[in-house]
């Protein structure tokens, strides 16, 4: 079975500051992992996605996440937060023999002008 | 269009009524997925389908629930004698199958979902 965990339902940060939203996975094989966006009464947007190489994978409106295989992390990260940040953002994995792809929880991104 | 495209956007029935949400995926995606998103939740696996293989319906909560597709396109959702639990957002997402060996690598492309209310 694989499993996602995303410890905290909330994270507040303020404007210009870092950002991190965690998430740590369990799958029987190797990973695939991706972070997807969800603003407020819209479908999902993708993010990024780490397949294979480079741990440190970088994607969409200036996030990054990195892959920790010995800690089974994936978080994800900003440098410098800005308020249209603020939504909700879910951690996913997919086990590389397996189709599906299984959500966490969700963590709320709000951030503080 | 170019993304995942639901309806109905928002559908309110009577408890016990059933009910037909639709999905039509991006052309040329093969795989095609249902989710549920009960409010404030994460995602719930329900359904996936993968090109002509049979799909994968270990997410279907009870069998008031079914979900067909037509080869590569359109998928409906079915829910027989809806009760109040029920009520949710349903969402369709579809992928291409960029595959690494035999594993399906790609994104999801979500739709904006069905939001179901059962009174």
């Known amino acids: 079975a694989q499993s996602v965990a995303q410890p905290e339902d909330q994270v507040k940060v303020a404007e210009g500051n870092p950002l991190t939203v965690k998430c740590t996975y369990s799958?029987?094989?190797?990973?695939?992992l991706f972070w997807y966006v969800q603003y407020p009464n819209r479908g999902l947007q993708f993010l990024l996605k780490?397949?294979?190489?480079?741990?440190l994978v970088k994607g969409s409106y200036g996030f990054e996440a990195e892959f920790n295989k010995s800690q089974t992390s994936f978080h994800l990260k900003k440098p410098s937060a800005l308020v249209s940040d603020s939504a909700l953002y879910f951690c996913?994995?997919?086990?590389?023999?397996?189709?599906?792809?299984?959500f966490g929880k969700g963590t709320m991104l709000l951030v503080s002008p | 269009g170019a993304g995942v495209s639901q309806s109905p956007s928002n559908k309110v029935t009577e408890k016990g009524k059933d009910v037909e949400l639709r999905c039509d995926p991006i052309?040329?995606?093969?795989?095609l997925y249902w989710y549920r998103q009960r409010l404030g939740q994460g995602l719930e696996f329900l359904i996936y389908f993968q090109g002509n293989s049979a799909p994968d319906k270990s997410g279907l909560p009870s069998d008031r629930f079914s979900a067909e597709r037509t080869g590569e396109s359109v998928s409906t959702l079915t829910i027989q004698r809806t009760q109040q639990e029920d009520s949710a957002v349903y969402l369709c997402?579809?992928?291409?199958?960029?595959?690494?060996?035999?594993?399906?690598?790609?994104?999801?492309?979500f739709g904006e979902g069905s939001r179901l209310t059962v009174l």
């Open positions: 996913a994995v997919r086990d590389t023999r397996i189709g599906t792809l299984t």
């Open positions: 780490y397949i294979t190489g480079d741990n």
């Open positions: 997402a579809s992928s291409l199958v960029a595959t690494s060996g035999d594993s399906n690598t790609g994104e999801l492309f």
């Open positions: 799958v029987s094989g190797n990973p695939y």
């Open positions: 052309s040329g995606h093969t795989a």
